[in-house]
């Protein structure tokens, strides 16, 4: 039995909580909410904590993570190049990731980019992000790492980004290749925040047997990035 403490108890920390009642391995410990002063001291047992907050709360989280020993999921965008360090080096000291979009499906999609971007030098690169007019940051977390991977990829230094606030859009990403004569598309839309909050849960439940470092959501999803190679290679 894995037990779980959220950072965060605004829609997605309800979300999360919700989908823990469907894992039979899955135990919820409780919420901590370092604005109103729940620090969760009282906490017998936290093995991960899954964040879904905001960036102020980061110091807070490292400090308890390491006192307790747990392992940390930051789902959470937004940090400072400074603040990143700060997540790196905590890896010395326990199991943490930074993940700007815990989905198995946009992450099939990040293998996807790195496999055919480079064969489409010649194609203009688009980003355009859809999310819910509630959404503060602008291109979203999800967008900077897309952008980030075609960047690796074909070593261009820019990748065009579009961004639209509107409605309760769940989120969409879609990455535009443009050439002469041809479009291709890769999409992706999330119609509920159930898929962040399993696929945190999916993650959560392989770091809690990691050792001590810094992991990205890559190495967790090792499984279905080889069922992907395998049908690439097969086609």
Known sequence: MMNIAICG???????VEQEIETYADIRLSGFLSPRNGQLGKEFNEVD??????????????????????SALLICTTGFSEEQKSKIFEAGKQIPVLLSSNTSIGINIVRKMLKLI????????????ERHHNK???SPSGTAKTLADDIMSA???DKIEMHSLRAGTIPGEHQVIFS??????????????????????????LKLFNKKPGFYTTED????????????INIA
């Not at 709360?57 to 307790?68: G, P, S």
């Not at 971007?117 to 355009?128: G, K, P, R, T, Y």
């Not at 967790?220 to 049908?231: D, Q, S, T, W």
Request: charged residues 35%; glycine residues 6%; aromatic residues 10%.
């Open 135 to 137: 959404k503060v940051d």
């Open 117 to 128: 971007s480079e064969d489409l030098e010649n194609f203009d690169i688009d980003i355009v």
């Open 154 to 156: 074909t070593g261009r």
């Open 179 to 204: 050439g002469i004569d041809e479009i291709i598309e890769i999409k992706h839309t999330a119609f509920s925040k159930k898929i962040f909050a399993r696929g945190a849960l999916d993650i959560a």
């Open 9 to 15: 108890h605004g829609a997605m920390g309800n979300v």
């Open 220 to 231: 967790m999803f090792e499984i279905e990035y080889k069922k992907l190679n395998k049908l």
């Open 48 to 69: 991960v904590i899954i964040d879904f907050s905001n960036p102020d709360n980061l110091d807070f989280l490292l400090e308890y993570a390491i006192r307790k020993k």
